[in-house]
């Protein structure tokens, strides 16, 4: 796969697999895990102070001397902080999200860094490729955490970006197994960003009794929610309905900021709240239904898309 | 395909993409040029009065003598007038959606009729299965028209259902392209049900002002609306943005029930009235991009299907 396909050689990684950037769950253990089994392993910096994500890098670099990147949202107040940190460490992946690919995609370039940028439209996937990014990733409805305001679904989304760019395209968003790889693979990406397996992984420093919880999760347990703020896709549980029911009454923007206040993913990812925390995770925990190492979860996704590949030749 | 498929076995036809039954759009006309075309052609009940649906089976008897189906939205308030027509006139094969699949099913397999039943969770599709339904349909959260509450997409639902029952599964929701039925076969679909892009064909039978603007929407032209009433999937045009509107501000059921009115699917599909009518469409519309005759649409799908799947082989 390595020399033929357009994110392993972008990356230079074994496997066209991208662990999702999740805050409160990626820190170094997870990235250098992923990255030393072969794929990207990639720090999710949202949740960290600088200093925590220069520890978190350092630890990386210590522990894996394979690739691995820093997932960069856009939106975070200490961007710029966060940028310095990568650059003097030396990082040579960073994939940015929740915002405009403008912004920061030349300094992050002349620094010799490879920048990816998260895009949920057709609109914003040119935007990115005009100013000069590496890749894309086309990230669909179903995905955990923050999301696109269109809803357009992973399915009818990734032919689109496949489409409208030409640069390579990574598809996000219900991805957990080898057959929804090649499925997403056929639609027209190079590679896959998988977030909730990798959630619930040994290596995921979010809490045990969130894994657990996800784990148990079945179809129509998540929902796309707090629409008026920014929409995210939660596990249902009291927070959710609480804050769902007073959207439905037509509350107010700034009522509903108030009481989601600060804090809310840390609760319950980090701190397993399961009632107060948001608890932010993919549609596809349905498919999920066990805690493993890293390693195994992208060996094992790569086993079974090549045995669904084979297995297609019995098809036609 | 024809003897290894389930799809076509169970039914007796060539291909295994069926017609959705789509209010407004699918007479006679579109079905019998899907079913000679060797897919499968599905007559949409759900807009007509019983005389109406008997003139259109008898046409559709009259210009085709391949299979060709009914489907049947168990809320319809004359459903049983509609099945007494059915079992009259010999139809072979119901789909039946929109309610419980144990109020009918059993009276209809006593008739001879094949009954496949339209779902969007995995509760559902285990209790069609022990009512004794021949297949589902798992639709998926991009399908246009009525939808599932759950917001489970293609992706995320096709292999939970798979995993669910043993009868044949046909995916809905997203699929226009070969590509896309090649994606949810790997996914474990057994068929397809095509919406969008037959809501447009030319023996469709909506207003042409109707499949104008559909072929020119775009990614994020749709969303799944009237939640507090029964999920559709629209079109975004004044009467969406009114409606949503005031669904934001908290409006009650009955107030929006009131304005909604009856006859708005009439006014927009069939009528053409792009302002104040619904306009039921799925989100793949942004991928299609022509009006076509309905045997194109299908050998088009069907030959870029096995394309896909030949150029697979070039990917691993």
Excluded at 33 to 50: D, H, K, R, T, W
Excluded at 99 to 113: D, F, R, V, Y
Excluded at 222 to 246: H, Q
Aim: with cysteine.
């Amino acid at each position: 796969m390595k020399n033929n396909n357009r994110i392993c050689s972008l990356l230079d990684i074994s496997y066209p697999i991208i662990q999702a950037g999740m805050v409160w769950c990626s820190g170094w253990k997870l990235a250098s895990a992923v990255s030393n089994a072969g794929g990207l392993g990639v720090i999710g910096s949202g949740s960290m102070y600088p200093e925590v994500l220069c520890e978190h890098i350092k630890k990386c670099f210590k522990t894996t001397d394979k690739p691995f990147a820093v997932n960069l949202p856009l939106i975070y107040p200490e961007v710029k902080s966060h940028i310095d940190t990568i650059i003097k460490l030396g990082v040579k992946i960073v994939i940015t999200s929740a915002g405009n690919p403008q912004a920061w995609t030349s300094l992050l370039k002349e620094n010799g860094i490879k920048v990816i940028h998260v895009i949920s439209n057709v609109k914003f996937a040119k935007k990115s490729e005009d100013t000069g990014v590496d890749a894309v990733i086309a990230e669909g409805f179903e995905a955990g955490g923050h999301n696109g305001r269109e809803e357009t679904t992973t399915f009818c989304l990734v032919p689109l970006i496949n489409e409208a760019v030409s640069i390579p395209v990574i598809a996000a968003g219900g991805i957990a197994t080898g057959k929804s790889m090649l499925a997403v693979m056929i639609l027209g990406a190079d590679g896959v960003q998988v977030d909730t397996r990798f959630a619930v992984s040994e290596e995921s420093s979010s809490h045990k009794s969130f894994k657990e919880i996800i784990i148990q999760a079945k179809d129509g347990d998540t929902m796309l929610s707090l629409k008026k703020l920014m929409p995210v896709r939660l596990l249902k549980n009291d927070f959710f309905y609480k804050i769902n029911n007073l959207e439905l009454a037509g509350e107010s923007t700034e009522k509903l900021q108030t009481l989601v206040g600060s804090g809310r993913p840390k609760k319950g990812i980090y701190e397993g709240d399961l009632n107060e925390g948001e608890l932010e995770i993919g549609q596809v925990c349905s498919q999920v239904n066990k805690i493993e190492p890293a390693k195994e979860i992208l060996l094992n996704i790569w086993q079974e898309y090549l045995k669904a590949y084979k297995k297609l030749n019995l098809l036609a």
